[in-house]
């Protein structure tokens, strides 16, 4: 069983970096989920995939998992790139796409 120790992304729903500080180590599923025929839920046997535990830093999910022989893989966090674009951009005489009205 592989756990992965990752940086979560910024959801979607939200517009700050909230719960994004944090790394996280996932274990892999081990099982395919299966559909319940009754009432058609998806479930799985292995219980190693309601785990999940937040560190502060990367490091001390690495030592974490090497103290507990846990096999672990890292993915690297990407930081999202915002562009520096000013007001004063939207009426530039140069600029890519004239201005309609």
Do not use: C
């Amino acid at each position: 069983m592989v756990a992965r120790i990752y940086r979560p992304a910024k959801t979607a729903m939200q517009s700050g970096k909230g719960k994004t500080h944090q790394w996280v180590l996932d274990f892999e599923p081990e099982q395919p989920r299966s559909i319940e025929p009754l009432m058609g839920y998806t479930s799985s046997s292995d219980m190693k995939q309601q785990i999940r535990l937040r560190f502060e830093t990367k490091d001390e999910a690495i030592s974490y998992a090497k103290r507990n022989g846990i096999p672990f893989r890292v993915e690297e966090a990407q930081d999202r790139r915002i562009p520096k674009i000013a007001y004063s951009d939207n009426f530039k005489y140069d600029r890519y796409m004239p201005w309609t009205h």
